[in-house]
């Protein structure tokens, strides 16, 4: 899609948000956090230990590359073209990020894209409720890992609720701090 035959109808930028909202995004990332360790007894998890903060830092590393990693093959999937980055003031924190510059993606596309990083908190939580995992440890870092990586991703949520209310024909631009949505010239 050509952008000369496009219009801007919405700009997102994190730093820009009203304080509200970037309070309730953190509170919806606290719920989910609490939303997942309060569902270990399904997931066969009986014991839940706080790991140590050496242990919290190896099982967020990870987190991170994993899920931006995941941002980025669906942006190398659907435009061919990925970014990495990193900055320090998001509106909503420090924040790594995956974006692929200058690209316009149909909304559909984009939101798959901004669910990606879910598929891996799914994974780890069949691994769980599938396996009934003995060891404690391992049982409690994929606990952790799932919860860390929904939390992590409550940007992203957010967003795909901003694209799901408009026209599924809309395009969309990642700024890596935020989006651009456009509509084609004369369409509403």
């Known amino acids: 899609m050509e952008r000369e035959s496009l219009e801007i109808i919405r700009t997102i930028e994190t730093k820009k948000l009203p304080k509200r909202t970037k309070i309730g995004i953190n509170l919806v ?6 939303l997942v360790f309060s569902t270990r ?22 987190v ?8 980025g093959i669906a942006f190398k999937l659907y435009t061919g073209i990925v970014k ?15 974006t692929c510059p200058k690209c ?24 769980l409720a599938i396996t009934q995992i003995s060891n404690i440890w391992l049982a409690n870092s994929l606990l952790f890992f799932a919860a860390f990586n929904l939390a992590g991703g409550c940007a992203d949520l957010f967003m795909i609720y901003l694209m ?7 395009f969309v ?11 084609e010239k004369g369409t509403v």
């Open 84 to 98: 990495f980055g990193f900055i320090l003031r998001s509106g909503l924190g420090p924040a790594f990020y995956t």
């Open 29 to 34: 990332s606290i719920g989910l956090l609490l």
């Open 64 to 71: 991170i590359v994993l899920h931006e990693l995941s941002h």
């Open 41 to 62: 007894g399904l997931l066969g998890v009986a014991k839940l230990e706080y790991p140590s903060s050496l242990l919290i830092i190896l099982i967020i590393v990870p």
């Open 173 to 183: 631009e990642d700024t890596g701090t935020g989006a651009i949505f456009y509509r």
């Open 104 to 127: 316009l993606m149909p909304r559909n596309r984009m939101i798959l894209a901004c669910l990606a990083p879910q598929v891996l908190t799914v994974i780890a939580l069949l691994i």
């Open 164 to 170: 799901a209310r408009e026209n599924s024909r809309i």
